[in-house]
């Protein structure tokens, strides 16, 4: 475009949306890393470089950006460090903004990785950006109601590369725009927002959006984007206006393209960035095409484990009120999965099928507190005191990481404990806020010029440590000081204080230096002499009595202050200590209770070659591979959900991890949690992961069908052990195929057990979501939120078919949108025909009995009720069982020992020349069966309803089988 063109649209688009003149005149781009202010051509946007704004960090030229857009051919890249690097912008307090941050990283350069950092909107976590594709750009959206006059936005924390970024934009928003119920205490942080049926790749935004979203389109392809879309789906526009005054006001050039299931069915699958959440989901819906008389266009909504939401029939031109009308059908607080696997269906009477324009899904991120107010004023306050030579960090004091100079508790909201200003050339008095800070325990401000006196402190019952030599300070020293219930050392030499020193700081019980104070003097000692000569007994008395009181006073205050602390939820020792004092919880818990060991962070960074080789990303963090010093190759785990308030959670969590061992278990070796990272250590698998080995590609080994009953065998006992071995027990909560490791022998462990434990601390907020994989959560569980063993049962139930069929546990390619693997093979099996589950690769090589075996058990796994579905001990057996059919050893000794008699009616005959006999109730069965083979006779039936045992097929894959061809009866 040049700017002649420039010229031309910026009028006209004046002009259809009057509001956006005003709008941008607010809006703030910053192009950070970039060289100079401009107006870039393709938007009409005003861009001003970060150089004036941000002393930090560097620009850099990106290599081979993607596209020529100006303000993405340059960075800022961060040094790597404990701080963080925060961008200030101005706000109106309540006032509505989309504050927006993009990132693209550009080329590697020799040797580099991928940045992997967190961003943080004032004190609350925002996202963690990871890169993985140098081209794409990465946009963060946050839509917030302004809490201050002005929001910090800062990068920290990477965990691989550099800190950087590309852009950081703000855009107030009109009047009621995205008001929520939950907006005093929840962000919205935009997951996703899709132009349907777009007319190219490039997102639309300002000037055709006068709010200057990003519109992203639906063309744009990348991993788990916009998949699974059904056959028939056809791109539509329209060239006519579209009414678009209701509340969000989408764009009119979104509305006018949209997506039509021109067989019946729209359907849509992709992964929504830290999901499963709370969310705030619209659809913008517009009817564009011209429907004829006798035309309908009716759909309703299917959502796999959400009945409710299916019953509503959208009908758009109806609900809007016309057609080229925008209707929005909204959901204000739903609970989304990680993978959001929606369809529109259209219903019989309707002529036309589902149409989407467009859509907007956000979840709700809590705001978390700032640093105490009382505490934020005394810092800024010592700002004001200070020459150039204190660096003011911007952003939150206290989070997510302190400002250099300070160091903070970990309560909530965090608190600062301590001020090291020494030397700093301050000047002026100390702030007379100080005397609000109750739990400081240092104050460093020797080395400067401060003036004036002590502010009050008698407050400060956590003051420990003081320095306040060499300065200019005067006044006399207050009594209380004397009585400061924890201070235990204070050092005033060098500066000009008066009077007498209280008797409390000459006890001998703390360090105190007051030289060089030429106007100070003891307590009066004529006074002294005269009552040491008048009654020795006297001051005994006296001065035991003093001590006691002092003595009571310091127990009582330090009560208080431990009370303070528990009802803050914090036990003691841990919550009032800085986070640098962890050490001595690493010393101390853990090495006593478990074997697994504390790592520093340079010991992982070397053993993994600075986390070069990622190995594996799961619902908690990424695995690394890595090798320590004494050559023991481990699998390293970043959790990614590491705020900085759980590190006690962490550690006894831990501990806890470290003290299960099984052989079907991933052995925890150790764990590191330093700068705000929580990562821990497992011994390597070579094999990878169980769904490699099925659903992976074809160079993988083929497992063959014994190899999997053994796959199954080893993962159940695990499981089994997790939930009757260790106590209390502990639900896994997230069995999939992607958690069953093998080893170098080709043995399962289960690995990531406990985690969600973890994992849920950090979603306090939202801990009734259900947690785990779709496709393998518990229905039930999911209903109504009672977690049980039986939930990890369901789940195993799931990797049994998968063993069996091959195929994933979700795939619409398989099954279809709205059906996954439990629907299609209980249809399936429930037919009796279990050759068409089996997996083609094991067609033709498997005994069908012992197959049968395991889908019999899978088919009970995930029972619909919890209660009919068996434990894992049960689930065991019956794999042991099928293994020892699969030999075929020890089974034909088995039956040759059976003796039945039955009734002829109770046999049926199955396809392949197999004999089953059913009715288990009226059967008469003598039987005398092998040691190895007891458990077979002394399982009980499984509690079904007599509607199995009354229709032959469903008996027919469920009633006790035997093969008649090798039994002998009577
Ligand atoms: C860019 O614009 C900003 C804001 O208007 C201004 O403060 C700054 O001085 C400008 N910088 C340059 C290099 O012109
Ligand atoms: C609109 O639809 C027509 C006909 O299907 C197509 O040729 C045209 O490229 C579309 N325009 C846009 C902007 O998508
Ligand atoms: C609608 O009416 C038109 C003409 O009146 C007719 O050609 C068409 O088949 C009808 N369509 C349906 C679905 O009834």
């Known amino acids: 475009m040049d700017l002649f063109s420039l010229f031309v649209l910026v009028p006209i688009f004046s002009l259809v949306t009057p ?241 039509v299931g021109t067989k019946g069915v729209l359907s849509y699958r992709l992964n929504l960035e830290d999901f499963p959440a709370n969310a705030r989901a619209f659809a913008y819906l517009a009817e564009i095409e011209d429907l004829g008389k006798n035309e309908t266009r009716k759909f309703k909504m299917q959502q796999p484990y959400m009945a409710d939401y299916s019953n509503a029939v959208v009908n758009i031109a109806e609900n809007a009120n016309g057609s080229y009308t925008l209707y929005e059908p909204s959901y204000m607080n739903v609970t989304l999965e990680f993978v959001l696997s929606f369809s529109f269906v259209k219903t019989r009477d309707s002529t036309r099928g589902p149409l989407l324009n467009a859509m907007e899904i ?105 320095h306040l030599e060499n300065n200019k300070l005067t006044g006399p020293l207050p009594s209380y000081l004397g009585s400061l219930p924890s201070l235990q050392a204070l050092f005033i030499q060098n500066n000009s204080f008066i009077g007498e020193i209280p008797s409390g700081l000459l006890s001998g019980k703390l360090i105190f230096n007051y030289d060089g104070n030429p106007g100070l003097h003891k307590g009066n000692k004529k006074h002294f002499k005269l009552i040491m000569g008048i009654s020795i007994g006297v001051l005994a008395v006296l001065s035991i009595s003093f001590f006691a009181s002092l003595v009571l006073l310091h127990n009582l205050r330090r009560k208080k202050a431990q009370q303070k602390l528990d009802e803050k939820g914090i ?160 639900i896994h909560r997230d069995v999939k195929t992607s958690n069953i490791l093998l080893d170098i022998n080709m043995r399962a462990k289960v690995s990531d057990f406990g985690l969600s434990r973890l994992a849920e601390e950090d979603l306090t907020h939202i801990s009734s979501v259900a947690r785990g994989t779709v496709g393998y959560l518990d229905p039930e569980y999911y209903a109504n939120q009672q977690l049980t063993e039986k939930s990890d049962v369901y789940s195993f139930g799931v990797v049994l078919l998968e063993l069996l069929s091959g195929k994933k546990a979700v795939s619409s390619e398989d099954y279809g949108a709205e059906m996954n693997i439990v629907h299609w093979a209980r249809s399936l099996i429930r037919k009796g025909d279990v050759m068409s589950i089996m997996d083609p690769c094991l067609v033709g090589k498997v005994k069908s009995e012992s197959m049968w075996r395991v889908a019999e058990i899978a088919m009970q796994c995930v029972e619909q009720h919890g209660a009919c579905r068996p434990r894992m001990q049960e689930i065991v057996l019956a794999i042991q069982d ?41 059967l008469a069965i003598r039987a005398k069966l092998s040691q190895a083979n007891s458990h077979i006779q002394s399982r009980p039936y499984p509690h079904r309803s007599k509607g199995w045992v009354e ?12 093969r008649l061809g090798s039994s002998r009866l009577n």
């Open 19 to 259: 509001s956006a003149v005003c709008q941008v005149q607010e809006f703030v781009s910053i192009d950070c890393g970039g060289t100079s202010n401009y107006t870039d051509i393709h938007t009409g946007l005003a861009w001003i470089t970060d150089s004036g704004i941000m002393s930090h960090g560097s620009p850099v030229r990106v290599e081979n950006p993607n596209g020529n857009k100006a303000q993405y051919q340059r960075r800022r890249d961060f040094p790597v460090d404990s701080k963080k690097y925060c961008y200030t912008l101005s706000t109106q307090e309540r006032r509505r903004y989309l504050v927006r941050a993009t990132f693209q990283y550009g080329s590697l350069e020799n040797g580099d990785t991928y940045p992997q950092f967190q961003i943080y909107l004032d004190a609350t976590k925002w996202a963690t950006v990871s890169i993985s594709d140098a081209s794409r750009v990465y946009v963060e959206e946050m839509i917030i109601r302004a809490p201050s006059n002005s929001i910090s936005v800062c990068m920290c924390c990477a965990t691989t590369g550099s800190p950087f970024i590309s852009t950081l934009e703000l855009r107030p928003l009109n009047l009621s725009m995205y008001a929520t119920d939950y907006e005093d205490n929840f962000f919205l942080k935009v997951a996703a927002r899709i132009n349907f049926g777009a007319p190219s790749e490039d997102a639309i935004r300002y000037p055709d959006d006068p709010y200057d979203r990003f519109w992203e389109s639906d063309l744009i392809r990348r991993q788990n984007y916009l998949v699974g879309v059904a056959p028939g789906t056809e791109r539509i526009n329209t060239t006519k206006n579209i009414g678009i005054g209701t509340k969000e006001c989408p764009p009119v050039k979104v509305m006018q393209t949209a997506v």
């Open 362 to 466: 956000s979840n709700y991120v809590q705001i978390a507190p700032k640093t105490d107010k009382q505490d934020s004023a005394v810092v800024s306050a010592f700002s004001f005191t200070s020459a150039q030579s204190v660096e003011m960090n911007e952003g939150d004091p206290c989070v997510p990481t302190p400002w250099e100079w300070l160091k903070c508790s970990s309560i909530l909201p965090p608190r600062i404990t301590k001020i090291n200003l020494s030397r700093r050339n301050l000047k002026g008095e100390i702030p007379p806020e100080l005397t609000n800070m109750e739990e400081l325990m240092e104050l460093w401000l020797d080395g400067n010029s401060l003036t004036g006196p002590l502010p009050d402190m008698s407050n400060l019952v956590n003051l420990k440590i003081v």
């Open 571 to 730: 036990s003691g020792c841990i919550g009032s200590k800085p986070l640098t004092a962890y050490s001595l919880v690493r010393g101390g818990n853990l090495m006593n209770e478990g074997t697994a060991y504390y790592i520093a962070l340079s010991e992982l960074k070397e053993a993994t070659n600075d986390f070069s080789k990622k190995i594996g990303k799961g619902s908690f963090g990424s695995v690394y591979y890595g090798k320590m010093r004494d050559g023991k190759e481990v699998a390293v785990k970043i959790m990614t959900d590491s705020s900085s308030h759980g590190n006690h959670q962490f550690v006894t969590e831990v501990a806890l991890l470290s003290r299960i061992h099984h052989r079907n278990l991933v052995p925890l070796i150790g764990y590191c949690e330093e700068e705000y990272q929580h990562i821990l250590v497992y011994e390597y698998m070579h094999n990878g992961t169980l769904r490699d080995h099925i659903h992976g590609s074809a160079t993988k080994k083929h497992l063959d069908w014994l190899a999997r009953l053994r796959i199954a065998e080893d993962a159940a006992k695990g499981l089994d052990y997790l939930h009757t071995g260790c106590i209390p027990s502990i």
């Open 882 to 922: 099928a293994i020892k059919i699969e030999k075929g050893t020890e089974n034909t000794k088995a039956q040759t020992l059976l003796q039945i008699r039955l009734v002829s009616s109770h046999i049926i005959i199955g396809k392949n020349g197999t004999a089953f006999l059913s009715g288990i109730y009226s």
């Open 951 to 962: 229709e032959p097929s469903i008996a027919y894959s469920s009633a006790f089988r035997l």
